[in-house]
C-alpha cells in the first residue's frame, strides 16, 4: 500500500487521561502535515481540534469513554456538545453490562439514540471486542447496522486487550460492506496496521500513526531505489 493512501485509513489519536493541550496541538500538526483521516481526542479538546485542523482530516470525538457505563442521556448530550463544537465523528463505547445482561433492547436504543444526536457525524460503535464473546460481538455489529450507525471499532485501548485480525475479520463478515470497521487499540507499527486491513479494517485507530506512515514510506523509498 502507498503509504499517502494508508495515512488516510488512520484516526491519529491521543486520548490517555493525562494529554496536554500541547500535546493535542502537536497532534493535530501531525494530521495535517500526514493528511490522516481524522484526529481521535476526548471532547474537551474538540474546540482546540477544530482551531489546530483543516483540509479533509476530519474531527473524532469519543464518548461515554472508555466504560461506555453513563446513561443514554449523558452519551447523548456530550455527542450533541462534541458535534456543536464541531467533531464531525463520534466514537462511542456501547453498554457493556446491558449487554452481558442481556438487554439487547436497551444497548441498541443507546446506539440508536446517539446517532440521532450525532444528526451528520458518523457514528462508530465500540465493542470493546476483549470482554465480549464471538456471539456478543455478531449481536453488537447487527444492532449497529440496524441503528444507523457507520463503523464498528474493536477497542477502546484502555480494555485488557485490543485489535485482533480475529475480531476485524468477524466484524467485517457480519457489517459486510453495509459499515466501516475500525481496528483500534495497539496497532503500533506497519506490519499490524497492513494485517488489520486485509482482515477488512478500514481505519486505523493509533497512536502511532507517525511511525507507521514513516516505515511505510521507507519501505516505498526503497522499493523504488
Not at 493541550?21 to 481526542?41: M, R
Not at 451528520?120 to 456471539?135: F, M, N, P, Q, T
Not at 506497519?190 to 500513526?209: C, E, P, Q, V, W
Request: glycine residues 8%; charged residues 25%.
Amino acid at each position: 500500500m502507498e503509504y499517502r493512501q494508508l495515512a488516510r485509513c488512520i484516526d491519529h489519536t491521543v486520548l490517555k487521561a493525562d494529554a496536554l493541550p500541547a500535546d493535542i496541538s502537536k497532534l493535530c500538526e501531525e494530521a495535517v502535515k500526514y493528511n490522516f483521516a481524522a484526529v481521535c481526542v476526548n471532547s474537551c479538546y474538540v474546540p482546540l481540534v477544530k482551531q489546530s485542523v483543516h483540509g479533509d482530516v476530519g474531527i473524532a470525538s469519543v464518548v461515554g469513554f472508555p466504560l461506555g457505563a453513563a446513561s443514554t442521556y449523558a452519551k447523548c448530550e456530550e455527542t450533541r456538545e462534541a458535534v456543536r463544537q464541531g467533531a464531525t465523528e463520534i466514537d462511542m463505547v456501547i453498554n457493556i453490562g446491558w449487554l452481558k445482561a442481556g438487554l439487547i433492547q436497551a444497548v441498541e436504543e443507546d446506539i440508536r439514540r446517539v446517532v440521532d444526536a450525532a444528526d451528520k457525524a458518523l457514528v462508530k460503535v465500540i465493542l470493546e471486542a476483549a470482554l465480549l464473546s464471538d456471539k456478543e460481538k455478531t449481536r453488537v455489529c447487527e444492532m449497529a447496522v440496524a441503528a444507523g450507525a457507520a463503523f464498528v471499532k474493536t477497542s477502546t485501548g484502555f480494555g485488557p486487550a485490543g485489535a485482533t485480525v480475529e475480531d476485524v475479520a468477524l466484524m467485517r463478515r457480519v457489517v459486510g460492506d453495509k459499515l466501516g470497521v475500525k481496528a483500534s487499540g495497539g496497532v503500533r507499527n506497519l506490519t499490524l496496521a497492513l494485517a488489520m486491513l486485509s482482515a477488512g479494517a478500514n481505519r486505523i485507530g493509533t497512536s502511532s500513526g507517525v511511525s507507521i506512515v514513516e516505515e511505510c514510506k521507507s519501505g516505498h523509498a526503497a522499493s523504488q531505489g
